[in-house]
Structure formats: C-alpha cells, structure tokens
Nanobody
Framework: VQLQASGGGLVQAGGSLRLSCAAS????????MGWFRQAPGKERETVAR????????YYKDSVKGRFIISRNDPKNTVDLQMNNLKPEDTAVYYC????????????WGQGTLVTVSS
C-alpha cells in the first residue's frame, strides 16, 4: 500500500486545515487508518485513528472536539479535519495503515507539515 498525504500548510491559531491521505495498491477497506504527528525534538504520537469499517475512532485527548477523522472507501482516502488549531499542533503529520485486526502500522506516508502561528 502506498500512502500520499497532503493538505499541510501555515495557518494562524484558531484556523482550520484539512489533511487528506490517498491510498493505492491495496484493498483499502481491509485497513485501519491513522494520523500521527511528530513535532521537532519530540516523539511521534498518535493523533487519531479510524478502524477498517469506520465504526470506531480514537482521538488523542488534546485534539478531541477539534479534529475529525473520516474515511471514504470508494475514493481510498482518509481525511483529518483540524479546527481551532493551536501552536502546539505544529508538527509533521503522517498517515499510516495497518491490516485490520493487527497491531502494527506498517504502511506510512511521507508526511505533511502543519505550522500554526500564534
């Protein structure tokens, strides 16, 4: 599976961005999808996940109520709508996929930079 993330950019605090991840080369509906981020000098962290059916989602506490993850299986995409962005959301965001019912995300996109200015 190849993953291509897009949609990053520079935004002021309080603004919104929508990240999109396009998947190719696999049966998209068999994969759980996730968005992760890594800020400079920090470890990578999970931002949001959505399971293969779309019936279950997870959000990092600090983004609950601000971010929404969604998937569109006919288009093989998973999006992350980010609202009310804060400077601490600044990071490189990665989308990733894992085969359903497994633990490890084994397919990763190239990352897209989100910068939130105060």
């Amino acid at each position: 599976v190849q993953l291509q993330a897009s949609g990053g950019g520079l935004v002021q605090a309080g603004g919104s961005l929508r990240l999109s991840c396009a998947a190719s080369g696999g049966a998209f509906s068999y994969y759980d999808m996730g968005w992760f981020r890594q800020a400079p000098g920090k470890e990578r962290e999970t931002v949001a996940r959505i399971n293969w059916s779309g019936g279950s989602t997870y959000y990092k506490d600090s983004v609950k109520g601000r971010f929404i993850i969604s998937r569109n299986d006919p288009k093989n995409t998973v999006d992350l709508q980010m609202n009310n962005l804060k400077p601490e959301d600044t990071a490189v965001y990665y989308c990733a996929a894992r085969i359903r019912w497994t633990n490890e995300y084994i397919y990763w996109g190239q990352g897209t930079l989100v910068t939130v200015s105060s």
